[in-house]
Each structure stands twice: as C-alpha cells, then as structure tokens.
C-alpha cells in the first residue's frame, strides 16, 4: 500500500523528505554497514537536499546515484549532477569514490551503457540481476513522467534485464537523456516522490489510480512506494 502524507506547504515536505531519509540511512548502515540511495532533480529535491546536509548521518557507507541525467556536462545549470553537487555531496563531504555520477556528455547510449556496468559491479543486484538500490528519491512531471520515463515511450517496455536506457525524445528539452530503467525503480527497496504545488495535483491523483503507461508513476510498485505532497499537490 502506498504511504500519502500531505503537508501543508513545500518546505514542510523537503523538512520531512530530509528527514525521513536520514533515517533511512541511519537504518540501512547500522544495519549493513552501507547504502544505496539514489538521486532525482527539480526544486523540492534540490531543497531536500540542503535541509539533509543538516541532519546527522554517517556518510561514509553511503553510494549516491542518479535516477536520471540530462545530456549535459556535470559543471551544465541542466545537469542533475551539479544541483546534487552543490547542495548535498560537496557540503556534507562525501567521498567522490562513493558518488556514482551519469555521464551525460557521453551520450545516451554510451552514457547508458556505463552506467548499467557501474551498478553492475557497485550495486547490490537480485533476481534477473537487476540492481537493488535501497531508496529512490523521485519527482514527479504534471504528465505523470518519473525520472526520465515519458508517457507511452519504448522505454516503458524495454527488457527486465535492462538496468539503464537512453532516451533520444525527450518532450522536455533538452531531448537526450539517461535514465533508469523501470526494472531497478521497482526492485528498489522504497522510493519517496516528492510532489508540491498544484500543477502536480492531476499527476498525483492519475498516479494512485489505475496502472498506466500514459502516467509512468502508476508503474512503480506501490507496497515500496512513500509519496509527500503539499495541500496545493495533494490528489482530488
């Protein structure tokens, strides 16, 4: 069953996103000794972010990677990379040898290929060796897209086996991208999508109804699923 917790405003839900990660994080080393959490773009996220760099968490057993990245360089205003960069991996100091970055100035195919290798050999893996990442931290488009996944593309549909896709059609710009594939956003341990203001809402309610592959966050396993909104975003 999916977890809804509605907040009152934007920062409410980046202070309690931040925190629940934190302790998510907390959880999984004690537990382990490591994690695996993976990052998304846009502004709820981006202040996320800087609010869990104020929270107290052991880093040194965390691997940051990407659920997307446009085909930008890293230093690109675009690039995901950068906005994680300046608001979490620098501040809080986390070692570049745990920090998994998308490739973006390789391409999509090139760039997709690297990263399948990358969790390949870092990340944990399970049935069909798709990769087990523990936590996801997810946007969501007002067209019901997560990470790069756009309503009704051949991506939706690509193989089990297949952990990271280029996509060449965009209807964001810009159109070349890499993204997750759908396998490793399902097999994940939990994914949290973050969703504020009331351009979000329609996406919301679409999201918790049927499945569908014209709204990709239908697709995502919902017994694994956290979803925080504000009241503007908040499903009909």
């Avoid at 509605?6 to 000794?33: F, H, K, N, P, W």
């Avoid at 446009?70 to 745990?98: H, K, M, W």
């Avoid at 391409?107 to 069909?128: D, K």
Wanted: glycine share 8%; hydrophobic share 45%; charged share 25%.
């Amino acid at each position: 069953m999916t977890r809804l917790t509605a907040c009152a405003d934007a920062e409410a839900v980046a202070v309690r996103a931040a925190a629940e990660i934190a302790r998510a994080l907390e959880r999984l080393s004690a537990e382990r000794g490591a994690a695996h959490i993976a990052l998304s773009g846009g502004t709820t996220p981006k202040r996320t972010y800087e609010l869990l760099c104020t929270e107290t968490v052991d880093w040194s057993g965390v691997h940051v990677w990407f659920a997307d990245e446009r085909c930008v360089g890293p230093d690109d205003e675009e690039s995901n990379y950068r906005l994680a960069a300046d608001t979490l991996l620098e501040p809080a100091a986390i070692a570049p040898g745990q920090v998994h970055r998308m490739r973006g100035e390789l391409g999509p195919e090139e760039g997709a290929r690297g990263y399948a290798l990358e969790l390949s050999e870092h990340a944990p893996a399970g049935a069909e060796n798709v990769a087990l990442l523990d936590l996801i931290v997810l946007g969501i488009g007002p067209d019901g897209h997560v990470a790069s996944l756009f309503p009704g593309a051949a991506t939706l549909d690509a193989s089990e086996h297949e952990l990271c896709l280029g996509v060449h059609d965009s209807p964001k710009p810009p159109p070349e991208r890499i993204t997750l594939s759908l396998a490793v956003l399902r097999a994940a341990g939990r994914c949290l999508l973050l969703a504020t203001g009331a351009s979000k809402s329609d996406a919301v309610t679409a999201m918790l109804a049927e499945p569908s592959r014209h709204v990709p966050a239908s697709l995502l396993r919902r017994e694994r699923l956290t979803v925080m909104v504000d009241d503007a975003a908040s499903p009909d």
